[in-house]
């Protein structure tokens, strides 16, 4: 019974492709989130979400499309994939918005743009 | 400064020790902090909450200190599972529904046998 699942868990693609990641929670929480970890193994927030509709929009690129259908799910897509795309892209749900409640993360999905 | 900051370490251990980790977090208004645990390839997960008083779980103890705007981890007994890279999380508060939860860079930690 995994709470929060992304895939792909691994995603190699050229430069300039599209590809989306899905995530899903089964923890009824409201809030949902991306996370870019980068080389250097820092954890950055790129989007939240409450219920379906955008919180935070951390200055990422508009190559970045965030799509919410439902408060369960939270998929990016990105568009025109480039070197600096490559890192690990955790989604994340939490009970409450604003910083007040731990995140739950998912197992993250590795990207590679050759 | 970094708004939360922690030595990358790496602290390297023997079996049985007691290591003490320590953060500082720029943001006086912050509210909400939690240590969390990141295997290597693996997603973080939350270790403990840390709250005002101090709180303790196990071998694990977390303190936080406002004045100076810092929190700690302390792990008594260190065991070879313990090894892995720490994150300091506060919540950068500024008032409403854009405060995030904001995660320092990690120390790792490796537990010789």
């Known amino acids: 019974d995994t709470a929060v699942s992304q895939t792909p868990k691994y995603l190699v693609t050229q430069m300039g492709n599209d590809k989306s990641i899905k995530c899903e929670q089964n923890?009824?929480?409201?809030?949902m989130y991306w996370y870019k970890q980068d080389s250097k193994k820092f954890l950055k927030i790129m989007f939240s979400y409450n219920n379906k509709e955008l919180i935070i929009n951390e200055t990422v690129p508009n190559r970045f499309s965030p799509k919410s259908p439902d408060k369960a799910h939270l998929n990016l897509h990105i568009n025109s994939l480039e070197l600096g795309d490559s890192a690990v892209y955790f989604c994340?749900?939490?009970?409450?918005?604003?910083?007040?409640?731990?995140?739950?993360f998912g197992n993250g999905t590795r990207l590679t743009v050759t | 400064r970094k708004e939360v900051e922690q030595d990358p370490g790496p602290f390297n251990v023997p079996e049985g020790a007691t290591v003490a980790f320590n953060c500082t977090y720029s943001n006086s208004a912050s509210q909400s902090f939690f240590w969390y645990r990141q295997d290597c390839r693996k997603e973080p997960k939350l270790l403990m909450s840390?709250?005002?008083s101090g709180n303790e779980d196990g071998r694990f103890t977390a303190q936080l200190n406002r004045a100076s705007q810092y929190i700690s981890l302390l792990i008594r007994d260190s065991k070879l599972s313990d090894s892995a890279t720490y994150l300091c999380?506060?919540?950068?508060?500024?008032?409403?529904?854009?405060?995030?939860?904001?995660f320092g860079t990690g120390t790792l930690l490796a537990v010789q046998p």
């Open positions: 994340a749900s939490s009970q409450e918005q604003g910083g007040s409640s731990p995140l739950h």
């Open positions: 840390v709250y005002s």
């Open positions: 923890l009824g929480h409201d809030t």
């Open positions: 999380v506060v919540n950068q508060n500024y008032g409403g529904a854009t405060n995030k939860l904001i």
